[in-house]
């Protein structure tokens, strides 16, 4: 798959869904944006603060009712992919390259700049402009254990980490995989930002509602046979942990409706006999056929729906002189979007999530409403989560 995909640096917007923000849509976002920075500037002092998580239930508060007032166009512009591609661009969120400063180094200094008015050019309101939109998509949620626990997160190159399966990584082809696969409340739908990429470098994304597979292929696939296991940047401790067997496809209502949880690295494929592992690699080439390469341009986002498609990102070499890409983005979860029953026994080895838009609408319930939450997002009851190795979004683990 490394050499087709590193090969396909090309633009098919045939192939994936294209939507544009109308000009007036944008424009009230990028202003209630700004009022919600300046309010908070003013009102918080410790807008620092509410940057680093962006939790802040005072920001909840105002993204909630900022996003009610949103021009309808927003809104639709923000539904989740409609087509068999599994993904959607939407085009023309007004932004220049000036206004947010240097590609920073890291996700931490990123986070840093983003709410220091006295240091660089500020992203913060980039930031705020990402929650809104996900916002009028769905519920946008964190990990506790992924960059400090913030609802939106930067992805951009950083060195020491260019040949890792990660967001910071760059000179490898990060894999094709489900964000999350092994986790019961992974997003529905992924939605990243671009501010910058004056490489064209390539997301690829590949639908499993594309791909022919054999009947009987299929009705292996939907076995729960195997688990998939934390990627290693979740540290080690989650051996404590049963492995529940998972279906990489689930068809509720038929081959049109099928959605997949896929991400090979971190499935232990040997485990499973010959007949299994053929199908598995059958679907693979299939997503490598059916695989799109979308170059984002800045103030695009590319939405995802995470149980529809698979995404990766092409190689790319880094510069490290504040021009490289940058991409923000955000895990959202669909609330009216039905999953597999059994997947609400699954422990998702001990990984939590940070939810405070569900946390600000039910008061005092996450996962589902099935757990009491502290106002920090901790489950009463449960160990805090291991912390995820801070500079990843998926692991440093060198696939295959
Ligand atoms: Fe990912």
Redesign the pocket.
């Known amino acids: 798959m490394k050499g087709v995909l590193s090969e396909r640096k090309t633009l098919h917007p045939q192939d994936i869904e294209r939507r544009e923000l109308p000009d007036a849509a944008g424009r009230a976002v990028r202003e209630l944006a700004r009022e919600i920075s300046t309010t908070l500037d003013s009102a918080l002092r410790d807008a620092a603060a509410a940057a680093t998580t962006l939790t802040d239930p005072v920001l909840i508060a105002q993204i909630d009712a900022g996003v009610a007032e949103l021009p309808d166009d927003v809104h639709h512009a923000l539904r989740p992919p409609a087509t068999a591609a599994g993904a959607t661009i939407v085009r023309r969120l007004p932004l220049t390259d000036d206004e947010f400063g240097p590609t920073p180094p890291d996700w931490r200094e990123a986070a840093r700049w983003s709410g220091a008015a006295d240091l660089r050019a500020r992203s913060f309101e980039l930031d705020l402009v990402m929650l809104l939109l996900a916002r009028c998509a769905g519920e946008p949620f964190g990990w506790q254990g992924q960059q400090g626990g913030r609802l939106v997160n930067n992805i951009l190159p950083s060195p020491g980490h260019e040949h890792e399966q990660s ?1 910071a990584s760059s000179k490898t082809l ?1 894999s094709p ?1 489900s ?1 999350d696969a092994f986790h019961p409340e992974r997003a529905n739908l ?1 939605m990243l930002g671009c501010l910058r990429n004056p490489d064209s470098v390539g997301t690829t994304v590949s639908s499993v509602r594309r791909v022919e597979l054999a009947a009987a292929q299929r009705r292996l696939l939907s076995t729960p046979l195997l688990p998939i296991l934390p990627d290693v940047s979740y540290g080690t401790g989650h051996e404590q942990y049963s492995a529940a067997p998972l279906p990489t496809l689930w068809s509720p209502a038929g081959p049109d409706e099928t959605t997949l949880r896929y991400d090979p690295a971190y499935t232990p494929l040997d485990d499973a006999d010959p007949e299994f592992r053929a199908a598995y690699a059958k679907l693979t080439d299939e997503l490598e056929r059916v695989c799109v390469t979308a170059a984002l341009t800045p103030g695009e986002l590319l939405l995802v729906d995470n149980d529809v498609a698979v ?2 990102r092409v190689p790319f070499t880094a510069r490290y002189d504040g021009t490289d890409r940058w991409l923000k983005r955000v895990n959202v979860r669909l609330p009216d979007r039905r999953r597999r029953a059994e997947e609400s026994d699954e422990n998702g080895y001990g990984q939590r999530i940070v939810a405070p838009f569900r946390a600000a609408a039910t008061s005092a319930f996450v996962s589902g409403g099935r757990e009491p939450v502290r106002p920090d997002g901790h489950r009463v009851n449960q160990p805090v989560a291991t912390e995820r190795e801070a500079t990843h ?2 692991g440093s683990f060198e696939h295959p």
Request: no cysteine; net charge negative.
């Open positions: 967001g990060l995989h964000e992924l995404h990766g979004d998926r």
